[in-house]
């Protein structure tokens, strides 16, 4: 374990709880087993409430999301939380501990409520995956996360380089971590290119592979690709939507400018239409 994670292990929990007087001598071993669990829970949750790390906006995570922390934590998903890798729009990114074989994680924590709701329907709707979602914003940010975790599988199996995904929660998904010692890896905007071309052709391999998996990501641009270990991975597939979507043309052609626009800088003689080209002459989403 490294300097930077914090302990979660019940021994270093501060204190001792009064439960002698909660305990009914008349519960079933299963309400004791529940109680128990609910004051451990209460325990962690103190203490995350208390973590400088989890203080989000002047706040700390709502008592749902430290649950579904705590759940992973039980499951054996994650050991120990480390520090804040991002704070986005709509989510917190964090190292942590995972299970004795994994070793570090990223844990991406959705926030119910400072996410912009409406954006994300507006993603939502139209994917077949996601038909059943009512108005509820706590239940499309659950089905927004749902959906980043099964983009990662679907991706996987096409063949394209993300984060392993490993375990899905409420509004947190645990994946592999990208980076070591707790520093992250450098997204393709900071790093240094030593072959631009390969670069590009290896992005350019990845969405005709995600295309012909029938998705397409929807925000792909130098700062959702990461360079880690000599390889590039795509992250952050939540918004990614299925061809079945009625803008995923048009969030095709978006992406496809963004890696062009990219490239160009990088010297290159490459066009968002031309790549779009490539990509839809070369895929067959439809089989
Ligand atoms: N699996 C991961 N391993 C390491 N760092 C990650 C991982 N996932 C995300 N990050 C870091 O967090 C940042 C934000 O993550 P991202 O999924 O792009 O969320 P957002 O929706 O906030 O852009 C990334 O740019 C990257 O630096
Ligand atoms: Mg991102």
């Known amino acids: 374990m490294t300097e930077e994670h914090s302990l979660l292990e019940p021994e270093n ?15 079933t071993e299963a309400d004791k087993v529940q109680r128990q669990r ?18 989000v906006e002047q706040s700390v995570f709502d008592d749902a999301t430290l649950a579904a922390l705590y759940k992973l934590v039980q499951d054996g998903y994650v050991q120990a939380f480390g520090g804040p890798l991002s704070s ?3 989510a917190n990114v964090y190292s942590a501990l995972g299970s004795e074989e994994r070793g570090e994680v990223a844990v991406k924590v959705y926030r119910i409520n400072a996410s912009d709701f409406r954006d994300m329907r507006e993603y939502l709707v139209g994917d077949p995956r996601f038909e059943e979602l009512g108005g509820n914003k706590k239940r499309v940010v659950l089905a927004w996360t749902r959906k980043e975790f099964a983009n990662l599988k679907r991706a996987r199996k ?19 971590f990208l980076g070591s010692d707790g ?16 670069t590009f052709e290896v992005v350019r391999e990845y969405m005709r592979r995600l295309y012909d ?25 939540g918004q990614a939507v299925t061809i079945h979507h009625p803008n995923s043309g048009e969030f095709l052609t978006r992406d496809c400018a ?23 002459d070369n895929a067959d989403p439809s089989k």
């Not at 609910?38 to 409430?49: G, H, I, S, V």
């Not at 998996?213 to 597939?237: M, Q, R, T």
């Open 88 to 90: 986005g729009k709509e």
């Open 38 to 55: 609910d004051r451990e829970f209460n325990k962690f949750r103190e203490r995350l409430k208390n973590t400088e790390q989890f203080k």
């Open 213 to 237: 998996a029938g998705l397409v990501h929807g925000d792909l641009s130098e700062y959702n690709i990461i360079v880690h270990d000599g390889e590039l991975v795509i992250i952050d597939l």
């Open 158 to 176: 096409a063949g394209v380089r993300v984060p392993e995904p490993i375990a899905v929660q409420r509004n947190v998904l645990v994946m592999e």
């Open 13 to 27: 929990v501060e204190g001792v709880g009064d439960e002698w007087e909660e305990i009914d001598v008349s519960d």
């Open 258 to 280: 963004n890696v062009a626009s990219f490239f160009q800088r990088q010297g290159m003689d490459v066009r968002g239409d031309e790549l779009e080209a490539w990509i839809r």
């Open 183 to 198: 520093e992250r890896a450098p997204t393709l905007d900071d790093a240094h290119l030593e072959n631009p071309e390969t």
